[in-house]
């Protein structure tokens, strides 16, 4: 259990108005209409907590977010970040005065007052952690942000921000074909009372069965879009393991998504895990995956899977 109270699922808003925080595909992704239909199919199955951050779609999935709240009169939980790629130009990093500047545009695009959690995207070697962690305490004392964390750090970056500040979440990616984290990282939040939140909770679509050894990758899917972060997971031994998981999830009359998700909420260390469909009919999952809880066997038979 986590001292920081946030709802177990999120809407991954990464997608709207470009893929991720990469430039080259700002104002692509979902258009706001997209969003907008996106957002409230969320809200009405009872998604109530929003992930975003500065660098997605350039501003735009924050603006796009801003904009729903304000036409709907709505408040979902709101995560966003911080940090910026490099090549996205000059203005990145955690620099103090750059984090109470990016905060400021944040809360302007989402047409807020303060967000609920605001993480560091990414570790900057450059900025000494005190210094980074200081501005976030000092908004936090102004009312702008209610707590904060990281992001993408591993276990020695979390110690050293424990060390230098109070740091109450961190969001890294894990999933069933991610599971890194699990070893040093998941212990270390427990033992502090970190809430750790998973992106990416499905790998990147591998954990749906859409993508299937020896054919070619659905169009529009990450694989096609951005395939580095997934290309490892392209063997042999992963497609075997999908098919196992695939005969498991049909025996229980779910889909392999909805399986894969209903795992990662089993485990109570998993404080929240944030989803990224494109389209409301791929938030079926979630549904499935709060409505039929894996059982202690399921999750034993899983980890046999892939453990």
């Known amino acids: 259990m986590t001292a920081l109270q946030i709802p177990r699922v999120a809407l991954g808003c990464g997608n709207f108005g470009g893929i991720g925080s990469a430039p080259e595909f700002f104002g ?39 904009r729903w709240m304000s036409s709907r009169g709505l408040r979902p939980v709101l995560t966003t970040k911080t ?15 750059r984090i109470a500047r990016a ?30 962690l200081g501005a976030f305490g000092a908004a936090r004392a102004d009312g702008a942000i209610r707590a904060y964390g990281v992001s993408n750090f591993d276990a020695a970056q979390l110690a050293a921000c424990l060390e230098a500040g109070e740091p109450q979440a961190i969001q890294n990616s894990y999933s069933l074909l991610d599971r890194g984290d699990e070893r040093d990282l998941i212990p270390l939040c427990a033992r502090n009372q970190v809430a750790y939140v998973a992106f990416s909770p499905l790998a990147g679509g591998w954990l749906t069965g859409k993508y299937r050894d020896g054919e070619p990758f659905p169009a529009g899917s990450r694989m096609t879009q951005r395939p580095g972060p997934y290309a490892r997971f392209r063997t042999g031994p992963t497609f075997d393991a999908l ?24 485990d109570e260390r998993v404080a929240q895990i944030v989803v990224g469909p494109g389209r409301p009919e791929h938030l079926a999952p979630v549904r499935e995956a709060l409505g039929h809880p894996v059982t202690p066997a399921e999750r034993a038979e899983i980890d046999t899977v892939f453990g």
């Open 28 to 66: 692509q992704g979902l258009s706001e209409d997209q969003a907008f239909e996106l957002m409230d199919a969320a809200w009405e199955l009872g998604v109530t907590a929003f992930d975003t951050a500065d660098a997605y779609g350039g501003g735009r999935s924050e603006r796009a977010i801003g």
């Open 243 to 266: 098919a196992r998981l695939g005969a498991i999830a049909s025996r229980r009359g779910t889909s392999m998504a909805g399986l894969a998700l209903a795992w990662l909420l089993a």
């Open 103 to 132: 905060l400021r545009d944040s809360l302007g695009r989402l047409e807020v007052d303060q967000v609920d959690l605001y993480l560091a995207h990414d570790f900057d070697p450059d900025v000494p952690l005190a210094d980074s």
């Open 83 to 97: 940090f910026n790629p490099v090549r996205a130009g000059g203005d990145h990093g955690l620099r103090p005065e």
